[in-house]
């Protein structure tokens, strides 16, 4: 009996102690949320004599706020990124995680909206996210959207006021200083809302810089993006793995993307991707583990002569 009662405690005390460490992990991948990071990336895409003696074209590459009212760490962190005074903001959608963030988001994006800027939008702009089984989501199951809708209508309409421009299934060319832009995007295509037909072939030969830009970086069409000539394609939507493993090291991508490239600055093909780690998470799943929120300054260069 003694022998019984002495395993019973190991294991009670066991269990306690895993509870425990859950516990702190929990609260240790919660205060990472607010643990912001700005990424820097350098890229020699232009052509010798583009900048016209500037040293970088500076685009800002933002992603997955999934904003919730009351995040004021995240707006004031957001906000002060205007001071990098970025050439051009490109935002790859799935901006709310809230009916009622619509507002904290245009405050969070504040001063960047009066800069040149583009936009497409993720499935979380259209639909408000809903509770994840844990184990679904680790073994990288599709989750069906909610169908419950959020008011991207006016946020789409507030950043077109302030001069953003939407690339969803659009070819958008235009001038940025002396860099001549040609941009291209799609609507989700981890929800198959994409319509690359739309804005099939490739970007204009004249332009400086050709851009890409799809929430969710799905093989299959970044294919066509490369197929057709883009340089550099914007992404974000994996949030970097959000649950990873030591050295930011993802254990799903929640899309057909690499684990290798859930995150960061890779090659497709003979394109250049960016995947942005995110600023947020769904308010369901708030937590972060050695995955930090995280902005991209990509510092555009000339080509060595």
Known sequence: ????????????????????????????????????????????????????????????????LHMIPGQETKKAWVSALDSLNPDLVVNTGDNLSDKKAVPDTLRALGPLLDRPGMFIFGTNDYWAPKPVNPFGYLLGKKRPVSHIDLPWESMRAAFIERGWQD??????????????????GVDDPHHDLDKYDLIAGAPNQDADLSLALLHAPEPRVLKKFADDGYQLSLSGHTHGGQLCLPGGHAIVTNCNIDRKRANGLHKFENMWMHVSNGLGTSKFVPFRIFCRPSATLLKITEKPS
């Open 167 to 184: 690339a969803t299934h659009k070819r958008l060319e235009f001038q940025v200083g002396s860099v001549r832009l040609a941009a291209a």
């Open 1 to 64: 009996m003694d022998k019984v009662l002495a395993k019973a405690k190991t294991l009670a005390l066991t269990l306690a102690g895993l509870a425990g460490a859950g516990v702190a992990v929990a609260a240790w991948g919660n205060a990472e949320l607010r643990n912001f990071e700005l990424k820097t990336q350098t890229l020699p895409l232009l052509e010798p004599g583009t900048l016209r003696g500037k040293k970088e074209f500076r685009l800002l590459h933002i992603s997955d």
